[in-house]
């Protein structure tokens, strides 16, 4: 349990760290963002082509894996249908600055609870190391994220010092639903495997209806397909590494 509490702490935390050049900057060119973005898409596809589904498989049988990477993927659809879609770059209006980030500051809130049952359940599978490199991969994604809202809260005149920690706070939903994932994993007797499948349909969907789309909307296609590769290798690379 000590381990699932510090990984998905560090993890959320992750965030922050992201977010801190707002306090030296408040603009970031298209074609960063998509680099970033585009290599977190690498990092999570491979976490969960080569980490979660694999294990899963491993600890169950194909029914349990279609069922749980099913659950996963609707659990995010749904998501999607009760929280707009809010594209960070189109914020840059000042009226109901209030409304407006609260909405963006509860949207990505919600959308972190599958991140942290991911953690959770992957540090109570049989394999130790599996929760260290989910909870690397969330926090790898977590990073330019924190730095988008943080950027978004900025130019809503909100100061930098209070946008870094809003940027962070949001994040800290994860340590809470790691903590559940971990626990009703480790109670439940054939609950992992569901809860890897799922994580696993959870990010897949994030990759491809996200982070994939946006890193390629603004003509830096090119770059964002080299770093989405390299971010594939760099998580293979860990995998083969230590797990």
Known sequence: MEAAIIGSIISAMVTGTGAIPILFMRNVTHSLRDILLAYTAGVMVAASMFGLIPEALG?????????????????????????????????????????????????????????GLSVGVSYASQNESLGGLIAFAIGIQNAPEGFLVALFLVNQNIGKWKALGL??????????????????????????PYGLSFA???????????????????????????SFITGVVTMIYLLTVFY
């Open 59 to 115: 600890q169950s049988n194909l029914a349990v894996f279609i069922i749980g990477i099913t659950l996963g993927t609707l659990t995010l659809l749904a998501l999607e249908f009760v929280l707009p879609h809010i594209e960070i770059e189109d914020m840059h209006f000042t009226e109901g600055i209030e409304q407006k980030a609260m909405l963006v500051i509860a949207a990505i809130t919600l959308h972190n609870l599958p991140e």
């Open 167 to 192: 940027a962070t706070l949001v994040e800290a939903v994860k340590i809470i639903t790691a903590l559940v994932g971990y626990f009703a994993s480790s109670y439940v007797s054939g609950l992992v």
């Open 200 to 226: 696993a349909g959870a990010m897949l969907f994030i990759v491809y209806k996200e982070l994939i789309p946006e890193s390629h909307g603004d003509g830096h296609a090119r770059t964002a397909t080299v």
